[in-house]
Nanobody, 124 residues
Framework: VQLQASGGGLAQAGGSLRLSCAAS????????MAWFRQAPGKEREFVGA????????YYADSVKGRFTVSRDNAKNTVYLQMNSLKPDDTAVYYC??????????????????WGQGTQVTVSS
């Protein structure tokens, strides 16, 4: 599967952005899908994920209640709706896909397929 992330940009604190992760060569409903982010000088960190069944979503504590992961099977796309943005949300955001998660869905090493990343910058 190939993943194409888009939707990043510049937002003010308190604003919203919606990121998209469009898949080709495979159906998103066949994969566990996740969003990670990496800020300059920091390690990549888990943001949110959705099981391939679509029945469960997971979030980092830092974004819980503000971000929502969803999936549109017809468009073969996964979304990350980001509300109440904070300057600390500034990072490059990546989407990942995996058919099997052997341990934690929050671990980046569980995802063999990655999109190219999209930059999100939140100004104060």
């Amino acid at each position: 599967v190939q993943l194409q992330a888009s939707g990043g940009g510049l937002a003010q604190a308190g604003g919203s952005l919606r990121l998209s992760c469009a898949a080709s060569g495979g159906a998103v409903s066949y994969y566990h899908m996740a969003w990670f982010r990496q800020a300059p000088g920091k390690e990549r960190e888990f943001v949110g994920a959705i099981r391939r069944s679509g029945s469960n979503t997971y979030y980092a504590d830092s974004v819980k209640g503000r971000f929502t992961v969803s999936r549109d099977n017809a468009k073969n796309t996964v979304y990350l709706q980001m509300n109440s943005l904070k300057p600390d949300d500034t990072a490059v955001y990546y989407c990942g896909a995996s058919t099997v998660v052997l341990s934690s869905i929050r671990e980046g090493r569980q995802y063999p397929y990655w999109g190219q990343g999209t930059q999100v910058t939140v100004s104060s």
